[in-house]
């Protein structure tokens, strides 16, 4: 069985400290044999604002000419979604907000047209996990940034609990992250954590 890992590279800056931390992620599950990986940097596509009137709930799709539709398609196929974002203004950057919004789409499917996300047999099988660099060390820093992405995976009918976050703080220039103590072992470990769990749930090996 093939595991189909889905990541999100949202900072308009690319190969930032962002990127950096989910590329390691990446790299440690693409060691493990039967894992699939499609990254996404989302400056290579188009995701408009979300424009806020509601047809969706009538069509079960946006009337948007971009690609949208390809990438609801790839976050339903995945076993596992993953998106990295860096902090701009005490939240996540504007890019990354721009998908979170479009998901108006699943909930209208959900709440509105009463239709399934992700098939139902695979509800309670699918894992995400959320990345994020900031340059301040507040304890605050990354507060803004958990709301909108529960609600990104909860729509994504990714249960909360099977949400893992690795935030880091104190990287502000390109490639400050390069120096920091324990983000790439970090990042490595959850990755191997991740696809061990994805094996357990698809049952392949025993809990």
């Known amino acids: 069985m093939t595991l189909k890992v889905l990541a999100f590279a949202t900072s308009p800056r690319r190969h930032g400290n962002s990127e950096t931390l989910l590329d390691w992620l990446l790299a ?3 060691e ?3 894992v699939e ?3 996404i940097a989302l400056t290579d596509i188009t995701i ?3 424009k806020g009137c509601n047809a969706c709930e009538k069509l079960n ?3 948007q000419e971009d690609d949208l539709p390809r990438v609801l398609e790839s976050i339903i196929e995945a076993d596992c979604i993953i998106l990295a974002s860096p902090i701009f203004c005490m939240g996540i950057c504007a890019q990354a907000k721009a998908l979170v919004d479009r998901m108006q789409v699943f909930r209208s499917r959900k709440y509105v047209l009463k239709l399934p996300v992700a098939p139902p047999e695979r509800k309670g099988k699918r894992l995400g996990a959320f990345l994020s ?3 301040q060390k ?3 820093v990354f507060d803004a940034a958990i709301p909108p992405m529960k609600c990104f995976y909860h729509l994504s009918d990714v249960r909360d609990r099977d949400v893992y976050y690795l935030l880091v703080d104190g990287v502000d220039e390109k490639g400050a992250i390069l120096d920091h103590p324990t983000a790439e072992p970090d990042a490595r470990r959850l990755g191997k954590e991740i ?3 994805l094996k357990v749930l698809a049952g392949e090996v025993s809990g």
């Open 32 to 34: 493990e044999e039967g």
């Open 138 to 140: 507040w304890d605050i």
């Open 28 to 30: 440690s599950m693409a």
């Open 37 to 39: 990986i499609e990254k």
């Open 61 to 63: 799709r946006c009337i």
């Open 195 to 197: 696809i061990s769990r």
């Open 133 to 135: 660099t900031a340059g």
């Open 48 to 50: 408009n604002p979300c």
